[in-house]
């Protein structure tokens, strides 16, 4: 089992910056896939970013451009690098870790509240 621990969610103001964390442990070999999705109230869970072991990576259409997802093997961590944020992306963001890129994986974190305030 593949056990997800994320951090780094909080308050910020619009246009400011969150670094969110998530490091993963238990039976993680063979895991390719890290990343990031979100599911706002009343939304469905949407793509936010996702990484490969070989460092592919593939972002939500809502944030290209602005979060920036980056991966350390040795440390088994992810993470997500969030600037020129907007109140719409007040979330619950959760780790996510899998086999393949394109789709969510089986394992998911507890989830970390973002908050953007106008």
């Known amino acids: 089992q593949v056990h997800l621990v994320e951090s780094g969610g909080g308050l910020v103001q619009a246009g400011g910056t969150l670094r969110l964390s998530c490091a993963a442990s238990g039976s993680i070999y063979g895991l390719n896939t890290m990343g990031w999705y979100r599911q706002a109230s009343g939304k469905q869970r949407e793509l936010v970013a996702q990484?490969?072991?070989?460092?592919?990576?593939n972002y939500g259409d809502s944030v290209k451009g602005r979060f920036t997802i980056s991966r350390d093997n040795a440390k088994n961590t992810v993470y997500l690098e969030m600037s020129s944020l907007k109140p719409e992306d007040t979330a619950v963001y959760f780790c996510?870790?899998?086999?393949?890129?394109?789709?969510?994986?089986?394992?998911w974190g507890q989830g970390t509240q973002v908050t953007v305030s106008s």
């Open positions: 990484i490969s072991r070989g460092l592919r990576t």
């Open positions: 996510n870790s899998g086999l393949y890129m394109g789709r969510p994986g089986n394992n």
